[in-house]
């Protein structure tokens, strides 16, 4: 006679490496199509006012105001929050974890400050989406925030280095965003090894025109910062729609602001092929 011992199936473990992974990048593609859809309505609302149609604000605001007016656009809006915190979640991980590489303090320190940056976004885009873009968040435009922001900081002790500081770090991600584009170093975050010849060529153009594009504005909001801090006045600040219609305020004129509208709307692009190619691992 003999005892048998009955084994009953193994127990499952609640989180698995392989099952995270998926997430996260599920979570990594979802932001970059949320974003891409915001940068696009925002480069087309840009070029409708280098065109001289100047009635919608060619900012973050304006496009969820888009999509708001469109056919189940608050069901639309909360997919952008719902992309948005993908991101914020996808940045987060490569922050804790080193995910993608990113295995440098700078790098952790960097990614964690993207990652509340989007969870900034998100809890934006929230708002808006439950006050269907009528609420207060949707009443106040960017450019508005941003000159009040400015006022309260630079009321604060040493309110002008702190505005100064800010602004001069938002120029260097705006000049380091164009010199790495057209150094071509967002290719290493992709898998271009998947690519075709065509394919490749065309991400590379795409990604060139739009990422300096959306450079080159991050400067000039970090340029209008510094101006405001040096004189003292927090109208000098300007956000996103203000800063594009700067453009057609200078010799270029208008041509200027479409050149940049146009880089803008291929970021977007740019943004939905990272949805597709970009290297989660």
């Known amino acids: ?91 987060a ?6 995910r993608g590489g990113d295995h440098r303090p700078a790098k952790r320190l960097l990614n964690a400050g993207r990652a509340l940056f989007y969870a900034a976004v998100c809890w934006g885009t929230a708002v808006f989406a439950a006050g269907s873009g009528g609420g207060s968040d949707g009443g106040s435009d960017g450019d508005g925030k941003s000159r ?4 309260h900081a630079l009321g604060l002790p040493t309110g002008r280095v702190l505005v100064a500081a800010a602004g001069l770090v938002v120029v260097a991600v705006g000049v380091g965003t164009a010199v790495q584009a057209l150094r071509r170093r967002f290719l290493r975050k992709l898998a271009t090894g998947r690519m075709g010849h065509r394919t490749r060529t065309a991400v590379t153009v795409v990604g060139v025109a739009g990422n300096t594009a959306r450079g080159t504005v991050f400067t000039g ?26 453009f057609a305020d200078t010799a270029a004129g208008p041509s200027l ?23 989660f691992d």
């Open 1 to 91: 006679m003999y005892s048998r011992t009955v084994e009953g199936p193994p127990a499952r473990r609640p989180w698995s490496a392989p099952t995270a992974g998926r997430g996260l990048r599920l979570a990594g593609r979802a932001g970059f199509t949320a974003r891409g859809v915001v940068y696009l309505l925002v480069g087309l609302l840009a070029l409708r006012i280098a065109a001289g149609d100047g009635s919608d604000e060619a900012d973050r605001q304006g496009a969820l105001r888009q999509v708001a007016e469109q056919p189940f656009g608050t069901a639309a809006l909360w997919l952008l929050v719902a992309g948005f915190a993908g991101m914020a979640l996808w940045r």
């Open 257 to 279: 602001l479409a050149a940049v509208a146009f880089g803008l709307l291929l970021f977007g692009i740019f943004s939905f092929l990272s949805a597709r190619w970009r290297s």
């Open 148 to 151: 009040t922001w400015t006022a």
């Open 93 to 98: 991980s490569t922050a804790v974890l080193g």
């Open 221 to 246: 909001v970090g340029v209008f910062l510094v101006t405001a801090a040096v004189r003292f006045d927090p109208q000098r600040a300007k956000g996103l729609d203000d800063t594009l219609r700067s």
